[in-house]
């Protein structure tokens, strides 16, 4: 660790003391990117110097700075979809420009689904990394005619999911649990509402919206797969204005405004699902008092102290309510954070990031005349400090450095069992963790062609007390352990740790205006775990942290690409092929208990894993036709060596899809009407099936599964069409008040895509076909939408 830290040390130093040597004759021309009509700061436009390849884009808060040599320069700043800005500037001193862009005006070959400059997936160093901007995923038809985050990225190559009704997204063969999402860079657990139909993601309130795949800046830790980036918005600082919808399943609202205009800010944003108050005229007797709705709300409120200092107080509060007045199911996520932008001079930029996280779940059940009820809650709580710093140094070098301090308190399972009116309380114990990371990143333009960026991450993880530390036999082949032994540890006592290295690399080499090619390696750590046996997650699931049973889990990365534009940018195509190594992947003996279970780690069992695939992309950015294909040829295995598990062989995880296609279509016809189409064909994802039974005289049969042989078949192929028409309402002169209608059906050939396939007994038993007198079993085809589900929803802007 001092080894580590030195050399970190010394390698600031070399670059501060070079950028030390010439600074006597260079200055720096800085500052911030805004849109005019509302103040919100613009990530990712390119700043540039005409005729030269001299450049750099804003950052995560619309901030740039670019060091050149002193003399006279025409500065260009870029962003499509707003009106360039050009400025000749004279560098004899530091310069400070804040630039206001302006929307281009629409017309029908100006239209964009982009928020980048047209060349950057050629130019950039990033690679694996996909950005959409709440315009574009307004575009695609959605379910129920709801935008919405999540089920828009799952439209993007290498991203999967196991079907409607899953919570979560599934990144180049990962699990659910090995995907960062943050909001605000505070992260959230489930994002899902309504067991995974719709995202937690407000989309009036969404700004930003970046994925990122494969080498991943050492900035991010404490996930394998991916980092899924969701910035919200500041807020209008020059006029109120609103904007919201109603549609068929929930309505929602958001407002900004505001408070010293041009210095402050605020945006708040909320929906409300009414599923309950439509069908309640319609319940009967058994089912008065059901509950089944959602609701959340986003907030967030921006000050620019001064022009060298600015504070975020942003925040999410989101909840899913099921139930009846004998049983009770919920779950939500509550995340808060604080965030303050210093500039120490014109190259020195600063955020340092606290934040709260709190995702919990409840299950009850009761009986009012036999008086017993059973009570059960969870949940994992973190608490956060980051200071982030970024240096640009000069034209070829900016450097990221900072830490991170997160700390865990895991409840996983808070148990109250009343029988005859007594309460009887069955809890597991609190569980507490320390995760530390140290980083430091460089973008290194090496020449015209070549640009680089290298970085290396340590992280650190404390498995904490007060607690009692359970010691297992030595398993035997891949069957449930016993504990043999426990030891209690007190508070803040380190019960195990774990530290590992983890280094980042990605690379692009420009071949012309047109095309480049791309590498990246990175080494990802991951010391928490989401314990589920399911074929998709539930709001249930536990999550427990790295003990000294349980490893943490470890990927290695590569990937090599190939990016071409054509047409003068109309068209941008790309093609990525990656190979991933997955270490110390969580799995589960036959039968595993996984709730409220002391020996919870003697269940588990831990293997191996590999993913590999090639992505392809194409994607068009203007013109009255937009859209973009995407489609994936992969393989994701996993491995329990020495075990009677599939042998100890390899073994298709449950998130294997042989192919992956989306095709998305946005169509102008007119200037007030406009029609799009997705349509998606997947692979089906591996399931078990019994392939014995035991018999007994005419009893229903028991199914067996002799070999251990998991994933052994697979469900039938995915595939649906959606179709959606956009009508803009004329906007009547003088009047603020803009609205459009989404017609829309999901799933519109009305396929009946199965979630799972599983076999009973035939409920006729006695009166069915026999086998020899034995009755026969039956596969049932589980389907979560089975029909094609028409929608309109009203949205309106003001």
């Not at 129920?144 to 799952?154: A, F, K, M, P, T």
Request: include cysteine; glycine fraction near 8%.
């Amino acid at each position: 660790m001092n080894q580590l830290y030195r050399c970190m040390c010394l390698f600031v130093s070399y670059l501060l003391c070079t950028q030390l040597a010439l600074a006597q004759e260079k200055f720096t021309i800085s500052g911030y990117v805004k849109d005019s009509k509302n103040g919100e700061n613009l990530i990712g436009v390119a700043v540039f110097v005409k005729g030269t390849s001299n450049g750099t884009v804003t950052n995560e808060y619309g901030f740039y700075s670019l060091t050149l040599p002193s003399g006279t320069y025409s500065i260009g700043i870029s962003y499509v979809g707003y009106q360039s800005f050009y400025k000749d500037i004279t560098l004899n001193a530091n310069v400070k420009q804040d630039v206001e862009l302006t929307e281009e005006g629409v017309q029908l070959n100006e239209i964009v689904v982009t928020a980048d400059r047209p060349d950057a997936n050629v130019r950039d160093v990033s690679m694996s990394v996909n950005k959409l901007d709440i315009k574009t995923i307004q575009k695609i038809p959605a379910f129920l005619g709801e935008v919405d985050v999540i089920r828009s990225i799952q439209l993007l190559p290498g991203v999967s999911t196991i079907g409607e009704g899953a919570t979560g997204f599934n990144v180049r063969g990962g699990s659910i649990d090995q995907n960062l999402v943050l909001i605000d860079e505070a992260p959230v657990y489930n994002s899902a509402h309504l067991f995974g139909f719709f995202s937690v993601f407000n989309p009036d309130i969404v700004k930003d919206v970046k994925l990122i795949k494969g080498g991943i800046p050492a900035q991010y830790g404490g996930r394998l797969s991916s980092i899924l980036d969701v910035r919200t918005k500041e807020g209008n600082n020059k006029k109120f204005s609103g904007q919201g919808g109603i549609g068929v399943i929930f309505s929602r609202l958001s407002l900004e405004a505001p408070l010293i205009k041009d210095k402050a800010s605020f945006v708040i944003g909320a929906r409300r699902s009414y599923i309950d108050v439509l069908a309640k005229p319609f319940l009967n007797e058994d089912l008065k008092g059901s509950k089944f709705y959602f609701y959340d709300l986003t907030s967030k409120v921006n000050y620019i102290i001064n022009p060298k200092n600015t504070v975020y107080l942003s925040g999410y509060f989101g909840r899913d309510v099921f139930g009846s007045p004998d049983f009770r199911f919920a779950w939500g996520s509550t995340t808060a954070s604080a965030r303050w932008n210093h500039l120490y001079n014109d190259k020195l930029f600063m955020n340092l990031t606290a934040f709260y996280s709190n995702y919990d779940y409840e299950l009850g059940f009761q009986d009012n005349i036999e008086k017993s009820e059973f009570n059960w809650n969870a949940k994992i709580i973190n608490l956060s400090i980051k200071p982030d710093f970024t240096y640009y140094i000069n034209t070829k070098n900016t450097l990221r450095f900072g830490a991170q301090g997160l700390f865990y308190n895991f409840h996983p399972g808070n148990t109250v069992v009343t029988s005859e009116g007594i309460p009887r309380e069955n809890s597991l114990p609190n569980k507490y963790a320390l995760e530390s990371g140290i980083y430091i990143d460089n973008e290194q333009k090496i020449s015209s062609k070549l640009t680089i960026q290298y970085g290396l991450r340590y992280s650190l993880f404390q498995y904490l007390g007060s607690g009692d530390a359970y010691y297992y036999n030595t398993p035997a082949n891949g069957e449930r352990r016993q504990p043999s032994n426990i030891k209690h540890f007190n508070s803040w006592k380190t019960i195990a740790s774990y530290n590992n290295l983890e280094p980042r690399f990605s690379a692009n080499y420009t071949l012309n205006d047109r095309s480049s090619v791309k590498a990246s390696y990175n080494r990802t750590a991951q010391y928490i775990h989401l314990v589920s046996n399911t074929a998709a997650s539930t709001p249930l699931d536990v999550w427990t942290p790295s003990t000294n049973n349980v490893k943490p889990q470890l990927a290695d990365q590569i990937a090599l690409g190939y990016f071409r534009n054509f047409q003068e940018n109309t068209y941008e195509a790309s093609v990525e092929v990656y190979y991933k190594e997955l270490k110390n992947q969580l799995d589960y003996v036959n039968s595993a208990n996984l709730l409220l279970n002391y020996n919870l780690e003697g269940d588990l069992l831990q293997g191996i894993g590999r993913a590999y695939g090639m992505e392809f992309s194409v994607r068009k950015a203007t013109g009255r036709l937009t859209g973009f294909i995407s489609y994936t040829l992969a393989k994701t295995e996993r491995r329990l060596a020495n075990t009677i598990i599939n042998h100890g062989k390899w073994f298709p995880n449950r998130f294997d899809r042989l192919h992956n296609l989306s095709v998305t279509a946005d169509y102008m016809l007119t200037p007030l009407w406009s029609i799009a189409a997705n349509f998606v064909y997947q692979s089906g994802t591996p399931i078990t099936f019994y392939t014995n039974r035991a018999e007994f005289g005419q009893l229903p049969s028991v199914p067996l599964l002799p070999n251990e042989d998991r994933n052994n078949s697979r469900n039938p192929d995915y595939h649906r069409l959606d179709i959606s028409a956009t009508k803009k309402n004329k906007k009547k002169e003088g009047r603020k008040w803009e609205s459009y209608w989404v017609f829309s059906v999901y799933n519109a050939y009305n396929r009946r895509n199965p979630f799972s396939i599983y076999f009973q007994n035939n409920p006729d038993y006695k009166y069915a076909e026999t086998n020899n007198g034995v009755p026969k079993t039956q596969a049932i085809r589980y389907s979560i939408i089975g029909s094609f589900v028409p929608a309109v929803s009203y949205n309106f802007k003001f």
